[in-house]
């Protein structure tokens, strides 16, 4: 079984270092295997920013724990126009990572993360085909009985914001994108960028997407919350054959707490649901799901 720890938007800059300190005991206690954060390390892609991101991984690398990290439009200057075109992941590639497409495999799973930041979309994000014939390569190789997961900072698909029955933008290049991740037989997809949780099967969000599991990751620490919903991450437990279990890790005020725990299990064409109990704690946040 494969631990993933899945974090999104720490936000430097714009984030509570008390918070902060609490995911990073939560991590070092809990030692999962991979610790995957899916983007916008910093507010405004500043240098002291950067500085702080990079001092925090640097304690979790300490602490013996792997990273697979991309950046997320955040992470690329807003207000310098200049570095944004000439050189937007210039400061990400120095403090945090000089891979833009990380790749990570086990017994258990095989993760590809991708770079959906853009120089020219101020909070939208986009693939290019270059990256969707990489997501084919690298999963063609990847024994069938291993779950092939995929991180990106915006999510493939359109997401349900808000209370209402408003959608955001899907990221670019959808249509191409979704038959890419298709085709290489994804069958998690992990993404943040809205600060809301979220898990759903991809072909009720959109006809022809493959037997993917979309599951998005809250804010871990910043302090820009939407619609009141509190800092969380993901905490995931993935078997080989496709069995896995999601735990929303929420912020109650004074500490990270489990605040659901729902069994998926894949018979080959979708994924199906069973939550395992009803946690006895505070502000119980369940991820949105549609899942019977």
């Known amino acids: 079984m494969a631990r993933i720890a899945h974090l999104s938007d720490i936000h430097f800059g714009a984030h509570d270092p008390k918070i902060v300190d609490a995911a990073t005991a939560w991590l070092e206690d809990r030692r999962p295997d991979l610790v995957v954060i899916s983007g916008d390390f910093t507010q405004r892609a500043r240098v002291e920013q950067f500085h702080q991101a990079a001092v925090w991984l640097g304690r979790l690398r300490a602490a013996g724990l792997k990273i697979l990290v991309i950046p997320g439009n955040h992470d690329v200057p807003l207000y310098d126009v200049v570095r944004r075109f000439a050189a937007p992941l210039d400061r990400y590639k120095r403090y945090i990572s000089n891979d833009l497409c990380p790749f990570y495999e086990d017994r258990e799973v095989a993760i590809l993360g991708l770079n959906t930041a853009r120089s020219l979309t101020i909070k939208d994000g986009r693939i290019n085909h270059d990256q969707m014939d990489m997501l084919r390569q ?27 029955n408003e959608w955001s933008e899907a990221v670019g290049r959808h249509d191409d994108a979704v038959k890419a991740a298709c085709e290489a037989g994804v069958h998690l997809a992990l993404a943040g960028h809205f600060h809301r949780t979220y898990a759903e099967a991809a072909r009720k969000m959109v006809a022809h997407s493959g037997g993917a599991l979309v599951i998005q990751a809250g804010t871990a620490t910043s302090t820009r919350l939407r619609n009141n919903e509190p800092q969380s991450f993901n905490w995931l437990h993935v078997r080989r054959n496709n069995e896995m279990e999601l735990q929303v890790i929420v912020w109650d005020g004074a500490a990270f707490r489990r605040a659901s725990h729902v069994e998926y299990r894949h018979d080959g064409g979708a994924w199906a649901a069973r939550e395992v109990v009803d946690p006895p704690t505070v502000g119980k946040m369940e991820p949105r799901r549609g899942l019977g």
Request: hydrophobic content about 40%.
């Open 138 to 164: 690298k999963f063609a190789c990847v024994p069938p009985d291993k779950t092939r997961i995929l991180v990106t900072h915006h999510p493939l698909f359109a997401m349900p914001i808000g209370n209402g």
